[in-house]
Nanobody, 119 residues
Framework: QVQLVESGGGLVQPGGSLRLSCAAY????????MGWYRQAPGKQREVVAA???????DYADFVKGRFTILRDNTKDKVYLQMNSLKREGTAVYYC?????????????WGQGTQVSVSS
């Protein structure tokens, strides 16, 4: 059974930092592209950062220079280091795993972790 389990969310003041973790179970982690998404109240889910199976990374413009995505294939984990958090960063953050094999797309989501940025 595939599971993605996020942790590390919480309440933080504007300008503060948080580190999210996502542990993957039931997949060959190193083969998967991994990503972090977020969904704020009343808004659509949007991609925040992603890392390919080869270790390439990409970021949404609104987090470039502030967030870092890092994968550890020895622990089957992906992290999101979030610095200089802004109030608009308040959202549920989701971990995503994706793999394309012979035209079949395998995709999994975690349950999400709440991040609240407020003074």
């Amino acid at each position: 059974q595939v599971q993605l389990v996020e942790s590390g969310g919480g309440l933080v003041q504007p300008g503060g930092s948080l580190r999210l973790s996502c542990a993957a179970y039931g997949i060959t982690f190193s083969h998967y592209d991994m990503g972090w998404y977020r969904q704020a109240p009343g808004k659509q889910r949007e991609v925040v950062a992603a890392t390919t199976s080869g270790g390439e990374t990409d970021y949404a413009d609104f987090v470039k220079g502030r967030f870092t995505i890092l994968r550890d294939n020895t622990k089957d984990k992906v992290y999101l280091q979030m610095n200089s958090l802004k109030r608009e960063g308040t959202a549920v953050y989701y971990c995503h795993a994706g793999l394309m094999v012979k035209g079949t797309h395998y995709a999994y989501w975690g349950q999400g972790t709440q991040v609240s940025v407020s003074s």
